[in-house]
Structures are given as structure tokens and as C-alpha cells.
């Protein structure tokens, strides 16, 4: 659940707590990291989503750090006690072609940078919770500075694929992951 990378509908396009002719029937359980138009968007999709699962993205601590395995981009994160640490992995290879160029290039940022969060309901498709944060320069620099890499990098076909089952087949936990982490945060509104 937690490899996926982009979702198959751009939930930004759709109004909030409401569903459009173009929503899917149902929208797969995951997480979701994404990178579009310098814009950062972290969707979790939930079946059964609870009040204190909506409680914790609306008002819940909320950390993240970034990990770096091989050509692999994880933003892990968690939310108060009811989303514990769990990760997702960014692709620049499986972004849509036209949102590739748009992926964060020039200098480091001097800013912050914002995070959108959404909390999908997965068979109905409503969107039950949302939260921007920024992140810490840290962490700002180092996404940004790990997204322009993997784009610039070119990779043989399926070299991505096959880290990721290694990644997925060595049982990566995010606890693992945090030891290696480059860069750690707390997000602030």
C-alpha cells in the first residue's frame, strides 16, 4: 500500500466533500505524493474513514522527514497516535508526461514550501478531511533538491520498478526509514 504513487484522479480538480462525473466508482486505500506545477499534494485514501482519523489530519501533530533509497524519493509522515509513521514514494517517472517539467527545477527555494493533505474516503470518494502545512527549510531543500535529481537522472526502463520490489521485499518499514531519513519536520500551518 505504501509504493503507490500517483493516483489515477486528480482529486484537486473536484470539489471538496463532493463527487464529479469524472470521480472513479471507487478510489484505491493508499498514499499518494505528488508534484505538480511546484505544488506538493499527499493523498491518503481510506476505507471507513473515522472522526479521529479526520480529527488528526484537520488538527493533529503532523511530521514529516524525507529517506533516500537508491533512486528511490520517500516522504514518510505521520499524524498525532492515529496515523502512525508510514511512508510513500515519489516517481517522477510515473507522473503524468506534461507535470514531469513542471517538478521543482532552478535554486533551492528560499521559502517554505506548502503541503496540501487530503484524507479520501475510498468507496465513496469524498474528500473528508484537508490540511496545508508548510514544511522546515531542511526539509524543503532536501525535497526539492531529491525531486530535481531523480528527474535528471536517467534511468533504464524498470530500474525504478525493481528498487521498489527490493525495497518492498527487504520490508522497509518507515521506522526504518527515519534512521536514514536526510532531512526531519515538524509541518506548521
Do not use: K
Amino acid at each position: 500500500m505504501n509504493a503507490q504513487v500517483a493516483g489515477p484522479y486528480d482529486l484537486r480538480t473536484r470539489p471538496a466533500g463532493g463527487i464529479d462525473d469524472d470521480a472513479p466508482a471507487r478510489w484505491p486505500e493508499g498514499n499518494w505524493f505528488t508534484c505538480r506545477h511546484g505544488d506538493y499534494e499527499l493523498i491518503l485514501s481510506r476505507r471507513d474513514v473515522s472522526d479521529r482519523q479526520t480529527s488528526a489530519i484537520r488538527r493533529g501533530e503532523a511530521e514529516f522527514a524525507l529517506a533516500i533509497d537508491g533512486p528511490l524519493v520517500l516522504l514518510c509522515f505521520r499524524f498525532g497516535v492515529v496515523f502512525p509513521w508510514a511512508h510513500v514514494l515519489y516517481s517522477v517517472q510515473h507522473m503524468p508526461t506534461g507535470d514531469r517539467a513542471s517538478s521543482p527545477t532552478g535554486p533551492p527555494p528560499a521559502e517554505r514550501t506548502l503541503l496540501s493533505i487530503l484524507l479520501v474516503e475510498s468507496v465513496s470518494v469524498q474528500t473528508r478531511a484537508t490540511r496545508v502545512v508548510t514544511l522546515s527549510m531542511d526539509l524543503t531543500r532536501a525535497l526539492h533538491e531529491s525531486i530535481r535529481a531523480q528527474g535528471r537522472r536517467l534511468m533504464a526502463p524498470g530500474t525504478q520498478e525493481r528498487a521498489t520490489e527490493r525495497m518492498l521485499r527487504q520490508g522497509l518499514a518507515a521506522d526504518s526509514l527515519l534512521e536514514r531519513s536526510i532531512a526531519r519536520g515538524l509541518g506548521s500551518l
